[in-house]
């Protein structure tokens, strides 16, 4: 694929905007609104709220276990294996959210969910901006964790009506593959106009820094050789 170069002063609103959108979706449509699933859910499978709770429980755990591990994870894979491999999670999680017919995938979906949160959200965001935005760490997280809010006020209006459409008790399945479609969409994520393919630039900037690294100054090193 052709790439469009860009000054190293915009390659820090390009990683700013990626991970704005990464949280719009990660925690917007896969966590933020997924207590509107909860009644729809346990009534078309039968299911005790009691029992459907522990669900959330497998998530927080699998959430904590990562974040105890998180920088050696980083110093061992990069983030950029870790963002593509906390997107395979949340979108299995989908899935398999949205086709389990018993209470034990959802336990499983739960702790899949968990480790894509880790991995695409607020830890992640928080390496990423205090490494290539330390002078205005502060305001870009806030600016990008308000993505939160948005995603949820959008995942909420989109949602809603497909779990509850009238005559369809399953339409739950409907919204969670759409938030699985949400998910894919992201990880393909481009500018055309602008030339721009996000998460090739965060590549390529990974890249470049970890061949600083390595050399001890500056340098550039391929998006394929991290």
């Known amino acids: 694929?052709?790439?469009t170069e860009i000054s190293p002063q915009r390659y820090r609103w390009v990683i700013v905007a990626a991970s704005f959108l990464m949280v719009f979706v990660c925690l917007g449509f896969c966590?933020?609104?997924?207590s509107l699933y909860l009644a729809a859910i346990t009534e078309a499978l039968g299911i005790k709220r009691s029992l459907f709770s522990i669900n959330d429980s497998c998530r927080y755990i699998a959430t904590a276990v990562v974040n105890l591990f998180f920088g050696a994870l980083c110093a061992r894979f990069g983030r950029k294996r870790l963002i593509a491999?906390?997107?395979a999670c949340l979108i299995a999680s989908m899935l398999l959210y949205a086709y389990a017919p018993n209470i034990y995938l959802f336990y499983l979906g739960?702790?899949?969910l968990g480790l894509g949160l880790?991995?695409?959200t607020t830890t992640m965001v928080g390496s990423i901006v205090h490494r290539w935005c330390p002078a205005h760490a502060g305001k870009i997280m806030g600016l990008i964790l308000a993505a939160n809010g948005v995603g949820a006020a959008v995942a909420t209006q989109i949602v809603t009506p497909i779990i509850y459409a009238p005559g369809d008790a399953f339409g739950y399945r409907s919204a969670f593959y759409a938030s699985h479609e949400k998910a894919s969409l992201t990880v393909c994520m481009r500018s055309p106009k602008a030339g721009?393919?996000?998460w090739q630039e965060f590549c390529i900037m990974e890249g470049k820094s970890a061949g600083a690294r390595r050399r001890g100054g500056a340098g550039k090193l391929n998006m394929l050789h991290p």
């Open 1 to 3: 694929m052709k790439h």
């Open 31 to 34: 966590s933020s609104s997924k």
């Open 85 to 87: 491999a906390g997107f």
């Open 110 to 112: 739960g702790v899949l």
């Open 118 to 120: 880790a991995w695409t």
């Open 196 to 198: 721009i393919d996000f």
